[in-house]
T-cell receptor, first 114, second 113 residues
Framework: AQTVTQSQPEMSVQEAETVTLSCTYD???????LFWYKQPPSRQMILVIR??????QNATENRFSVNFQKAAKSFSLKISDSQLGDAAMYFC???????????FGTGTSLTVIP | EPEVTQTPSHQVTQMGQEVILRCVPI?????FYWYRQILGQKVEFLVS????????KSEIFDDQFSVERPDGSNFTLKIRSTKLEDSAMYFC???????????FGPGTRLTVL
């Protein structure tokens, strides 16, 4: 079964600074999808960014970008110019090319320090 | 922007009782999912549902669990006889046909006493 590992249970960043959250995964598939979701204290899980494994170009959404290293099975999330509203639990998720289920990491709790 | 909604936000029940958790997926979505997150653990897949039948289910989704789309808008998860270990946050999600992104609801916190 696919596994997703987030090795940082907690991270903190100063407001306006940059932080990188790490995620690694294990799979034997060559085609798959990777996601970062944000879960603020209100609990709604919100999609932050997605990456298709067949695309070499790293996905970017405004202040959020990923560093996708397929050979290393690594998918880190970089948040630039961190804002107080970025404080949340961040989940990395994997979806294979066959089947619809997502596999989640344990999450990283991000604190933004004013 | 359309959102997945879930009711109730918190459900407390006695062990052995039946509970039904309700979800309203995004209206044009055709795939529906349930996940759960036991406190301090990973979000785990339970089941996916398409075209009025289960398309995938995990080992967690045993005979105690069932899902239903009773009408054109609701998607429910029923736990027939709750156990203490069913205490968790239950998330509903939905996705469009032919896409890979799932949209999650805010969750229902189930507490079994």
């Amino acid at each position: 079964a696919q596994t997703v590992t987030q090795s940082q249970p907690e991270m903190s960043v100063q407001e306006a600074e940059t932080v990188t959250l790490s995620c690694t995964y294990d799979t034997s598939e060559s085609d798959y999808y990777l996601f970062w979701y944000k879960q603020p204290p209100s609990r709604q899980m919100i999609l932050v960014i997605r990456q298709e494994a067949y695309k070499q170009q790293n996905a970017t959404e405004n202040r959020f970008s990923v560093n996708f290293q397929k050979a290393a099975k690594s998918f880190s999330l970089k948040i630039s110019d961190s804002q107080l509203g970025d404080a949340a639990m961040y989940f990395c998720a994997y979806r294979g090319n066959t089947g619809n289920q997502f596999y989640f990491g344990t999450g990283t709790s991000l604190t933004v320090i004013p | 922007e359309p959102e997945v909604t879930q009711t109730p936000s918190h459900q407390v029940t006695q062990m052995g009782q039946e509970v039904i958790l309700r979800c309203v997926p995004i209206s044009n979505h055709l795939y529906f999912y349930w996940y759960r997150q036991i406190l301090g653990q990973k979000v785990e897949f339970l089941v996916s549902f398409y075209n009025n039948e289960i398309s995938e289910k995990s080992e967690i989704f045993d005979d105690q669990f069932s899902v239903e789309r009773p009408d054109g808008s609701n998607f429910t998860l029923k736990i027939r006889s709750t156990k203490l270990e069913d205490s968790a946050m239950y998330f509903c999600a939905s996705s469009e046909l032919g896409t890979d992104t799932q949209y999650f609801g805010p969750g229902t916190r189930l507490t079994v006493l």
